[in-house]
């Protein structure tokens, strides 16, 4: 079954910190990987968008890593921002007869105090 | 920069009576999809469509839910006879051809059924 783990659940920073979430999936046959930030009550907002042959893949102050050998993903946040308050979800687009399916993680909410 | 519309943004609605959702998904957009979250739980695929037909459901996606492009712009989810546990927030999502750059999501429609 296709599946997309996230760790941790739930991250507390201080605004100014940086911090690293962390994403593995089991999605078969994958496609490309994207982590989504998700304000409460909205819909999700794509951040990066990573291919099997990428490795690493920045927007701004975030940077998204994937290992396609261990199905690994991460996504670094530098220097976070109050606003950067909100859920981060990674999801795994499937290919083949799935072509454009996606698989969802439970997220990281993450939290960043004054 | 092209959005995803939904309308209701809030639907409250008794148990038993029907319900539509509808999406205004992105104009070149040919690749169609609802999906729904739970309060507190990951964002789960209903179902997909292309050509005028459903490609790919979910087990969620049962006989109570029907999907239809009623017009060529709308894109509109049906409950026929809401439950209690039918209380979500639904997401609708497009994309364009080819690959999966183009995947957009709307803001949601969060669905009360009391």
């Known amino acids: 079954k296709n599946q997309v783990e996230q760790s941790p659940q739930s991250l507390i920073i201080l605004e100014g910190k940086n911090c690293t979430l962390q994403?593995?999936?089991?999605?078969?046959?994958?496609?490309?990987l994207r982590w989504y930030k998700q304000d409460t009550g909205r819909g999700p907002v794509s951040l990066t968008i990573?291919?099997?042959?990428?490795n690493t893949k920045s927007n701004g102050r975030y940077t998204a890593t994937l290992d396609a050998d261990t199905k690994q993903s991460s996504l670094h946040i530098t220097a976070s921002q109050l606003s950067d308050s909100a859920s981060y979800i990674c999801?795994?687009?499937?290919?083949?007869?799935?072509?454009?399916?996606?698989?969802f993680g439970q997220g990281t909410i993450l939290t960043v105090h004054p | 920069e092209p959005e995803v519309t939904q309308t209701p943004s809030h639907q409250v609605t008794q148990m038993g009576q029907e319900v539509i959702l509808r999406c205004v998904p992105i104009?070149?957009?040919?690749?169609f999809y609802w999906y729904r979250q739970i309060l507190g739980q990951k964002v789960e695929f209903l179902v997909s469509?292309?050509?005028?037909?459903?490609?790919?459901k979910s087990e969620i996606f049962d006989d109570q839910f029907s999907v239809e492009r009623p017009d060529g712009s709308n894109f509109t989810l049906k409950i026929r006879s809401t439950k209690l546990e039918d209380s979500a927030m639904y997401f609708c999502?497009?994309?364009?051809?080819?690959?999966?750059?183009?995947?957009?999501f709307g803001s949601g429609t969060r669905l009360t059924v009391v």
């Open positions: 999502a497009s994309r364009d051809r080819g690959n999966n750059y183009g995947y957009t």
């Open positions: 469509f292309y050509n005028n037909e459903i490609s790919e």
């Open positions: 994403c593995n999936y089991t999605v078969s046959p994958f496609s490309n």
């Open positions: 999801v795994v687009i499937a290919g083949g007869t799935s072509y454009g399916k996606l698989t």
């Open positions: 104009s070149n957009h040919l690749y």
């Open positions: 990573m291919t099997f042959s990428e």
